[in-house]
């Protein structure tokens, strides 16, 4: 039983590049969440979805900044016009149902480093 | 969500009981308590959870004072792979945002 799935691993960007992370949830979970983490910092939320639904992007940045759960397919988070400040390591978790009495599982995130 | 207090670092003897420390003065009556821990360069695991009762699973135990305020997180037999920074989390049932403080970082040694 596959755990939470992230790709790439590692992703090196130039300044205004794009940049696409990809997360397959667990077989069965419907819920995906996105966490972003600085170098020495505690993970921050992102993002809540389910499929083909945005839930809460209350920690998504305004600008720059999307993410989508289609009905096939992985979950994307995309970031235009990449800029220093967005290098960080991005974690996917996913759950079975929505976040009430239920524990997230963590991919092993996506190092994104904007040069 | 509630704040979350935990010491910086913590070392711990291997083979020995590691007792992690958290604070959450502030807690509310529906807030449960979560513990996640993220070893480096990995995404964080979750360990345990509880609202009132202590919890005991295969990999810790969480102990939580009467009035709720404070918890510890026990591992009874630390190993080196035990060495990770642990997340003391509170929060509501449907609150999206589980919010990860700076932890604990606990080091395990030989």
Redesign the interface.
Known sequence: NAG?MQNPRHLVRRRGQEARLRCSPMKGHSHV?W?RQLPE?????MV?LQKENI??E??MPKERFSAEFPKEGPSILRIQQVVRGDSAAY?C?SSRT????E???????TQLSVL | DAKTTQPTSMDCAEGRAANLPCNHSTISGNEYVYWYRQIHSQGPQYIIHGLKNNETNEMASLIITEDRKSSTLILPHATLRDTAVYYCIVRVANNNDMRFGAGTRLTVKP
């Not at chain 1, 929505?98 to 009495?101: E, F, K, L, R, S």
Request: aromatic fraction near 26%.
């Open positions: 939470v969440y966490y910092e505690g993970l921050k939320f809540y839930i809460d209350s920690g974690f978790a929505g976040p009430t009495n524990k997230l599982f963590f991919g092993s995130g």
